[in-house]
């Protein structure tokens, strides 16, 4: 079983960066996925981004395009999620999911993170004020 655990979360003026690590034990992450999810108060868990760890594929949501990067490091089984330019709609309690896949599923792993499933973490909380 898959045990991400999330890191680097803290309070942040706008227009600040943040780096969160996201560190999964329990297996070595290859054909594997990774979600970054995030949840504001009061409002549904939106999937920030998606990351197929075998080919380096990212999908990014429009709303942090441009703005955050995922990056990995294998030896440490870890994904990274650097958050530039942030912005007080950013705060949010953000976590990592993991999930396998195969060959069948390279197309449609990251899509559909709304009903996503995986493991998941336990949060860590980013607070971006003015």
């Known amino acids: 079983q898959l045990r991400p655990v999330e890191s680097g979360g803290g309070s942040v003026q706008s227009g600040g960066s943040l780096r969160l690590s996201c560190t999964v034990s329990g297996g070595r992450l290859d054909w594997h996925a990774v979600v970054w999810f995030r949840q504001a108060p009061g409002q549904a868990h939106e999937g920030v981004s998606c990351?197929?760890?075998?080919?380096?594929?990212?999908y990014y949501a429009d709303s942090v395009k441009g703005r955050f990067s995922v990056s990995k490091d294998n030896a440490k089984n870890t994904v990274y999620l650097n958050m530039d330019n942030l912005k007080i709609e950013d705060t949010a309690v953000y976590y990592c999911?993991?999930?396998?896949?195969?060959?069948?599923?390279?197309?449609?792993?990251?899509?559909?993170?709304?009903?996503?499933?995986?493991?998941w973490g336990q949060g860590t909380q980013v607070t971006v004020s003015s």
């Open positions: 990351m197929r760890i075998r080919d380096g594929y990212t």
């Open positions: 999911a993991a999930k396998d896949y195969d060959l069948a599923r390279v197309e449609t792993v990251c899509t559909n993170l709304d009903t996503w499933g995986g493991y």
